[in-house]
């Protein structure tokens, strides 16, 4: 087991090697390097030579998300966002500004967040993007102090989404487990199981999932699993009981122990219970591997925040994957982690446009940007973003939470497809309301 709160790169072999590093530009840009010497420097991560660097004409931003841990990794996303950068710069820059971009192995422990975090205040970074951290408690104070702005994490610590500091791309787990609950209810679902992990977090994930089942009278139970285990076949057992008419189960497990979970489950051959999940614990990825419409998944439903893997919405997320990325990370389209870091990117990529040409882009003048509320658009990924007063959400725990909608899917032919098309918004259930009225 790695040593917490010493994250490395991802690319690192070696322990000697730095934290975090300035990433080269493509070779594309070797003919202009004489025109921009100081930025294209490779160099180890933060330090004071960042803070003497020529600011007006370069930026430099963060990614950080757990490798080498097992359950929780998922290096694509840093591996994406190095591509991104190397795009940027092959085509002029992010709003005319060279871009740094800096990752790290945030190896899902609190003392891992609070150091990656610390790399982003000392390296001076406008924003973390696109990151993946279960310890919101731990890093966003950090962040907050130094002023920088943390847009589109993955969402899953309740700090993402009541720091004034954080611009949530997608509405985190609450909104997948919400989601979740009323497409099974649509399903006619008696009675639903929850499979989720046995953590603190997993704890938080119950009441959104009872909130969209109560007004329907739906039966929820509650099934804790270990994170980590070779044999989840008791699991998979009570999960489907007497395998009955209208038994549901709904999966919150991580990739890994969903991986695990799937082969009892197959084992057991149930024959009436339906399985769903939430998109994060399997992906198109997980459905080739376990076998398509022969395999556990086939049929199975799935609640997302953006749309499948197969819509042409991530053509141009393929692009910058085929033609940036370094094949030395493979970054699966279909990990909502990697689309999650693409939306992350594009909100930026807008906001940096908006602060003007030839001004410098902080990390004040981004939250001014996005706090003024004016509305993003992610071309199809998500609803129209924004983080003013109207689109905030009427809770105290949540206020940041401003994209409630998730996507229902089913696995059809092998292949992830929309089970029905758009987006459904899960407010009500988020806000602790009441169902619209048939027809609103």
């Not at 001004?359 to 071309?379: C, F, Q």
Request: net charge negative; glycine share 12%.
């Amino acid at each position: 087991m790695e040593p917490s709160g010493h994250p490395e790169r991802r690319h690192s072999s070696s322990a000697r090697q730095p934290a975090c590093r300035r990433r080269r530009t493509m070779g594309a840009l070797a003919a202009t390097a004489a025109l921009v010497p100081a930025l294209l420097a490779t160099s180890a991560c933060g330090g004071p030579a960042d803070a003497a660097a020529d600011a007006d004409h370069q930026i430099t931003l963060m990614t950080w998300a757990p490798a080498d841990t097992g359950a929780a990794d998922r290096p694509g996303m840093t591996a994406l966002a190095e591509a991104i950068g190397r795009e940027l710069n092959a085509k002029g820059g992010l709003a005319g500004h060279q871009v740094t971009i800096l990752t790290c192995n945030e190896h899902n422990t609190a003392d891992g967040a609070t150091a990656c975090a610390r790399q982003a205040v000392t390296a001076h970074a406008a924003a973390v993007v696109g990151s993946y951290s279960q310890f919101g408690s731990n890093f966003v104070p950090a962040l907050e102090a130094a002023g920088i702005p943390f847009i589109g994490g993955y969402g899953l610590s309740t700090p993402e989404f009541s720091s004034p500091l954080s611009y949530p791309v997608n509405g985190g787990t609450p909104a997948l487990l919400a989601g979740s609950g009323l497409q099974l209810v649509e399903a006619g679902c008696k009675t639903v199981t929850l499979i989720r992990p046995d953590t603190r977090a997993g704890d938080t994930l119950l009441g959104y999932l009872a909130g969209a089942l109560k007004p329907a009278k739906v039966k929820l139970i509650d099934l804790k699993a270990p994170e980590q285990s070779s044999d989840y076949t008791p699991i998979a057992e009570k999960a489907i009981g007497d395998d009955r008419q209208g038994n549901c189960i709904t999966n919150a497990l991580g990739p890994e122990p969903t991986s695990n979970l799937l082969d009892p489950y197959r084992r057991l051959g149930p024959r009436n219970t339906l399985l769903a999940s939430v998109i994060g614990s399997f992906q198109q990825s997980v459905v080739d591997s376990t076998g398509g419409d022969s395999g556990p998944l086939g049929s199975a439903y799935a609640t997302g925040w953006y749309p499948p893997e197969s819509s042409h919405v991530w053509d141009a997320l393929r692009a910058t994957v085929h033609g940036y990325g370094d094949g030395a990370v493979p970054i699966d389209v279909s990990d909502p982690g990697v689309q999650t870091t693409w939306v992350a990117y594009e909100v930026v990529q807008q906001t940096a446009a908006r602060i003007g040409a030839g001004k410098p882009i902080t990390a004040k003048a981004l939250r001014n940007v996005l706090d003024s509320g004016e509305s993003i658009d992610t071309a199809g990924a998500t609803p129209p973003l924004g983080w003013g007063m109207t689109s905030m959400l009427a809770s105290a725990d949540s206020p940041r939470l401003v994209n409630t909608s998730v996507t229902y899917q089913q696995v059809r032919g092998g292949r992830l497809t929309e089970q029905q098309q758009g987006f459904v918004d899960v407010r009500w259930v988020l806000a602790g309301g009441r169902p619209p009225a048939q027809g609103n």
